[in-house]
């Protein structure tokens, strides 16, 4: 029968195995039986005879600490986040086709990055000059602030006046007519910004103030945490910055509603008389908005001597009868058909014809 081992025999051999080895083989004791070498991340077990396994205590680990700055503690949740980043890029989408129409050019527009900052550091990171809207949107408490940078305002100013954003040095102050061209597309954005929150909370968007400094634009404390949301605005190739700054207390009446399954599953719950309640909006909507219409003679030609020496009384030979219809386009689309003469004072244009689309090229591509 093998001999058992004592306690401080069995303490030694581990001691020997786990330091390398002992001082004297002999000192270790009666010969065990042979132990596997194992990795340091490894447990190490010893076969002793009668005592079964027994294992090597786990290497030590340490976590890695930093200290937590509470000024700047975290102060949306993630949650709050998401529903962020689906609302600005539903705002984005509407943003680009209500300036695609305004502009009259294509308008791209992206969110670029939604993070927490506080209204100090996003403050002083704004540049100089800059065009700052102080925005109310009930029932969110206290105020929002939009800020458009420098060579977006210019993108908008030159592209409503018909300039090049190349010839405009954006380092100059805004004039009196710069800031009023500018709220035209405020309004749009204020339009854009109610729609994209429709289907979490109904808001009442205004613009309340426009400034050009920051230095005298404070919607809420230094140390308050934001929500800073950037936009990338893209036209003609050229490209501009526009940004929200939306305090932590401005959404604290609407924190329970930004969830973002909220978004998704509003469409679905409602009943049937509020669906009937938004059809009608929808289609009081189109009615109210503005559409250009020109009629539009035969295409005729003519010498610039000809146009040159035109005096009242002068007939115009056009390439069709006066008794054909002439075309009526809604922006370069023709969509009617009609005949000119007056009502009253002013000359006009009876539709006869609404001229249906051919869809046959897009049901069938071949």
């Known amino acids: 029968m093998a001999e058992a081992l004592s306690q401080k025999e069995i303490d030694e051999l581990l001691a020997s195995m786990l330091g390398g080895g002992g001082d004297d083989p002999a000192d270790s004791g009666p010969a065990a039986e042979e132990v596997p070498v194992v990795s340091a991340q490894q447990e190490v077990l010893v076969q002793a005879p009668q005592f079964g396994q027994v294992a090597a205590p786990k290497p030590q680990q340490y976590l890695s600490v930093k200290a937590y700055d509470f000024a700047t503690a975290a102060r949306f949740p993630k949650e709050q986040v998401r529903t962020f980043q689906i609302v600005f890029d539903n705002f984005a989408q509407l943003l680009a086709s209500q300036l695609s129409a305004q502009l009259r050019t294509t308008v791209e527009c992206e ?62 102050p805004f004039s009196e007519i710069d800031i009023a061209l500018v709220d035209r597309v405020l309004r749009q954005v204020c339009r854009c910004f109610t729609q994209s929150w429709e289907r979490i909370v109904d808001l009442d968007t205004t613009v309340e103030s426009i400034d050009t400094s920051t230095q005298y634009t404070q919607v809420t404390t230094l140390s308050e945490a934001t929500m800073v949301i950037m936009v990338a605005v893209k036209i003609d190739g050229e490209e501009g910055i526009m940004s929200f700054c939306i305090p932590h207390t401005a959404i604290e009446p609407i924190a329970r509603e930004l969830v973002a399954r909220n978004y998704y599953t509003a469409s679905e719950d409602i009943d049937d008389e509020t669906r009937e309640m938004f059809r009608e909006t929808m ?55 009609g005949k000119i003469g007056s009502l009253g004072k002013n000359y006009a244009v009876q539709v006869s014809e609404i001229i249906q689309e051919d869809t046959s090229n897009e049901l069938n591509p071949s």
Do not use: W
């Open 111 to 172: 969110v670029l990055q939604i993070e927490e900052n506080n209204f100090g550091d996003y403050s002083s990171a704004l540049p100089d000059p800059i065009i700052l809207a102080v925005i109310s949107a009930r029932p969110m408490a206290g105020s929002l602030l939009f800020a458009v940078h420098p060579e977006c305002a210019y993108m908008f100013i030159n592209r409503l006046l018909g300039g090049n954003l190349g010839e405009t040095d954006t380092e100059k």
């Open 283 to 337: 289609r009081g909507r189109m009615e109210r908005t503005k559409v250009d219409l020109k009629a539009y003679f035969a295409g005729t030609q003519a010498t610039v001597d000809d146009l040159a020496n035109l005096r009242v009384g002068d007939v115009i030979r056009l390439n069709h009868p006066i008794t054909d219809p002439l075309y009526v386009r809604v922006a370069h689309i023709p969509k009617f058909r």
